[in-house]
């Protein structure tokens, strides 16, 4: 009997000591001593920025205005007087091709219009003879009708004068015709003649423009075809260096955002140093496909026009000519689309998506059932409501940024507008000065919860815990 009081002791002892234990557990996890699981973030307050909403995109320098010279006469070049890289004049000769065929042509079809001439001329003697003949069986016939009238000739006599009369007549009129058709000859041989001397004059090719020569096809001593035959042979290109564009392809989930004169900034490969400014001069309305079905991508193609005043500093004083770019160089460009100015912000990796219905508190009459099951509970017991559909789920996703209130992250759902490479317009849910999370990205996405507790630290030591683990 004196070993009872003694059990009984050490019964109410562990029950004690078990109670101590769950009592420090919960209040561990209560964070009622110290921090409990404290997750480390980096934090950055909410401010105002200008923000520049920007579309990239890569292509080639070409420049703005090129005429390919291909001759309209075929031949044998004779003369090439210029080079690739020359510049040229209005008015330049830059090629030559052999005259002779077009020199015969030409005599021949100037001893034709002669010959058409001679013709005019001899239908024009045949015309007045007629017209002379016409008029002496006129007077005949004339006094003639009189007599028959008087009854001095015959009848018979007078048929014959009157026939005569309209015989003349008829020769009269096919010599007017024959004169008409040898002027219509001298009009044709003189056309003809007038071909030919074009077709002379064109064997010399002068340029259009003041450019300079950046492409050469042909040499001296080939032969070229005219475009009056086929296609024609394009002997050469006339760029003008100083007008210079960018032509880009534009993916199709970006070109509705691309207007005619937005601004861009251009970095050209062979500049890595410097930003040249642009403005967009062309959009296009129909698409660029490349690849097959399968991997099909769609493009737009968008000119941007490069600012002379922003490369002006690279012109050479000794050699003014020398162009900054040339056809062909890689260029990526930022087109700004939209702009926001003193507007509240925030780093682009401190918004993150989420269900903010999962992070409300549980109703009372709600239970948590498996993982993602909600199911309603009414006063016998029984389930009501089955499991929420995975597109419900997805329509309660919404941007969210986490805010540091007192040691504790509360989950704050905003309304975003436009961003740049590394902010993001707040237009509601957010005051300027408010203490956002930033980092690190697991947290963001997964770990964090309404009313986490967190210890706020610098950006470098939450690489530095990840470089040691």
């Not at 000591?17 to 980096?42: E, P």
């Not at 007549?169 to 074009?198: C, F, H, I, M, P």
């Not at 993916?251 to 509705?256: L, Q, R, T």
């Not at 993150?352 to 409300?360: F, G």
Request: with cysteine.
């Amino acid at each position: 009997m004196g070993m009872l009081p003694q059990n009984k002791f050490f019964r109410w002892l562990i029950i004690i000591a078990i109670v101590l234990i769950v009592f420090l557990i919960v209040g561990k996890s209560a964070g009622w001593f110290g921090k409990g699981d404290v997750i480390k973030v980096a934090s950055e307050k909410a401010e105002k920025r200008s923000i520049i909403e920007t579309v990239t995109a890569s292509g080639k320098v070409e420049p703005e205005t090129e005429v390919k010279i291909s001759p309209d006469v075929s031949g044998e070049i004779v003369e090439l007087p210029v080079k690739v890289g020359d510049r040229v004049t209005k008015g330049q000769l830059l090629a030559k091709i052999k005259p002779d065929i077009y020199e015969s042509l030409l005599e021949r079809a100037d001893a034709a219009v002669s010959t058409a001439k001679a013709n005019l001329l001899s239908a024009k003697a045949r015309e007045n003879q007629a017209k002379s003949q016409l008029d002496v069986a006129e007077l005949n016939f004339n006094r003639n009708k009189k007599l028959v009238d008087q009854k001095m000739i015959s009848s018979a006599e007078f048929e014959n004068i009157k026939s005569s009369y309209d015989a003349a007549k008829g020769e009269y009129e096919a010599a007017v015709q024959n004169t008409k058709a040898s002027e219509y000859n001298v009009n044709s041989a003189e056309a003809s003649l007038k071909e030919s001397r074009d077709n002379l004059l064109k064997t010399s090719i002068f340029s259009p423009v003041d450019a300079t020569i950046s492409k050469l096809n042909n040499r001296k001593g080939e032969r070229v075809v005219g475009t009056s035959q086929f296609a024609g042979t394009e002997i050469m290109s006339l760029s003008n260096l100083n007008e210079m564009q960018v032509n880009v392809d534009v993916n199709e989930n970006d070109i509705v955002r691309v207007n005619l004169n937005d601004t861009a900034l251009i970095e050209v490969d062979a500049y890595p140093d410097k930003k040249f400014k642009g403005i967009v001069t062309e959009v296009a309305n129909s698409a660029n496909i490349i690849g097959t079905s399968a991997d099909q991508v769609t493009n737009f193609k968008v000119l941007i026009r490069v600012l002379k005043e922003s490369y002006s500093d690279l012109m050479s004083k000794e050699n003014s000519g020398k162009p900054i770019f040339f056809p062909g160089m890689s260029a990526t460009v930022e087109i700004q689309t939209k702009r926001a100015a003193d507007v509240i912000s925030v780093p682009i990796q401190a918004v993150t998506t989420r269900d903010t219905t999962e992070q409300k508190d549980q109703h009372p009459g709600k239970k948590k059932q498996g993982q993602n099951k909600e199911v309603e509970v009414s006063s016998a017991g029984e389930v009501s409501s089955a499991k929420l559909p995975s597109e419900e789920k997805d329509k309660n996703k919404t941007e969210c940024v986490f805010v540091i209130e007192k040691g504790k992250v509360v989950l704050r759902p905003v309304k975003i507008g436009i961003q740049d490479l590394n902010y993001m317009q707040i237009d509601s849910g957010l005051k300027i000065n408010e203490e956002v999370v930033t980092a690190p990205y697991n947290a963001l996405s997964r770990s964090l919860k309404n009313g986490s507790a967190v210890e706020v630290v610098k950006k470098e030591e939450l690489f530095e815990n990840t470089e040691k683990k």
